[in-house]
């Protein structure tokens, strides 16, 4: 079963308005997550991530909500910029586990539309 | 200069021939990873090592192999190569001594990997 999920595989915003991608995960162990976004033929890219002791985390034109209650954050970018077209992936982990390893999502290609 | 680097960035081979893809981070990270990715399947870890004599399997560690010859390099090793093995792997990086970001992995640029 995944324990992370990008219900998602796509998603189309016009430039300058907000794209919201969503996340959902099973494991209420996980106390961090994080967002990456990758270009084709790249690597991913760490974006911004939220601890579970918060339910927001800022940076620039990216936001990252947390809901520990329903399982579910979300990444806001705003304006969107077709500079931000690429594939974007959740990830969580946990801090006190043994692996610290990071379990990610199937990814959302977010295209942005002149 | 990139702090993870890979080699090589492409390669094709045939069934049943032996492979490695090496992974070098000059980051000074402890831990290192190995993922595949595969369309639709998102990141999947294969090994990961928390130290040089550290290596533990991943969630698809089986045809698989890997080798942490020094804090700076971790190698993945097909040993008998497969067509389901053709996909894009790629290397990480993170650092338990940071306890901000000691989940935050870091990325190499991926070797995409076709098997004949």
């Known amino acids: 079963d995944q324990q992370v999920k990008q219900n998602s595989p796509s998603l189309s915003v016009q430039e300058g308005r907000i794209s919201i991608l969503n996340c959902d995960y099973t494991n209420s162990m996980f106390d961090y997550f994080l967002w990456y976004k990758k270009y084709p033929a790249e690597g991913p890219t760490f974006l911004i991530s939220?601890?579970?002791?918060?339910d927001k985390n800022e940076d620039g034109r990216f936001t990252v909500f947390l809901n520990k209650s329903a399982k579910h954050l979300s990444l806001h970018i705003v304006p969107s910029q077709p500079g931000d077209s690429a594939v974007y992936f959740c990830a969580a982990g946990n801090y006190g586990g043994s692996q610290g390893n990071l379990i990610f999502g199937k990814g959302t290609k977010l295209s942005v539309k002149p | 200069d990139a702090d993870v680097t890979q080699t090589p960035r492409n390669r094709i081979t045939k069934t049943g021939k032996r492979i490695m893809l090496e992974c070098s981070q000059t980051k000074g990270h402890d831990r290192m990873y190995w993922y595949r990715q595969d369309p639709g399947l998102g990141l999947r870890l294969i090994y990961y090592?928390?130290?040089?004599?550290?290596?533990n399997k991943g969630e698809i560690s089986d045809g698989y192999s890997v080798s942490r010859q020094a804090q700076a390099k971790f190698s993945l090793s097909l040993e008998s190569a497969i067509p389901n093995q053709t996909a894009l792997y790629f290397c990480?990086?993170?650092?338990?001594?940071?306890?901000?970001?000691?989940?935050?992995?870091?990325f190499g640029p991926g070797t995409r990997l076709t098997v004949l």
């Open positions: 939220i601890s579970s002791i918060k």
């Open positions: 990480a990086t993170s650092d338990l001594r940071d306890r901000v970001s000691r989940d935050t992995q870091y």
């Open positions: 090592s928390f130290d040089v004599k550290d290596i």
